[in-house]
């Protein structure tokens, strides 16, 4: 189930990020530096997410 749930997501972010990337641009008349400063927050964020990781494998019942 992991597995499928970490392909899954990983999938839909390759293919939405560029598309919200692309409108960030847009709506900031062509401003790159808006990448520039939403890349920190997301990595931010990522960590964040990543504190609630436990270290190993995930063990299973038999």
Same mark, same amino acid.
């Given at each position: &189930?992991?597995?499928? *749930? ?12 560029? &598309? ?6 847009? $709506?900031?008349? $062509? $401003?790159?530096?808006? *990448?520039? *400063? &939403? !890349?920190?927050?997301?990595?931010? %964020? !990522?960590? *964040?997410?990543?504190?609630? %990781? ?9």
């Amino acid at each position: &189930m992991g597995d499928l *749930l970490y392909y899954l997501f990983s999938t839909l972010a390759a293919i939405a990020g560029p &598309m919200v990337a692309g409108t960030m641009i847009q $709506n900031t008349g $062509n $401003n790159y530096s808006t *990448l520039f *400063l &939403m !890349a920190p927050a997301c990595m931010a %964020v !990522a960590i *964040l997410c990543m504190l609630g %990781v436990k270290k190993g494998e995930a063990k299973t019942g038999s």
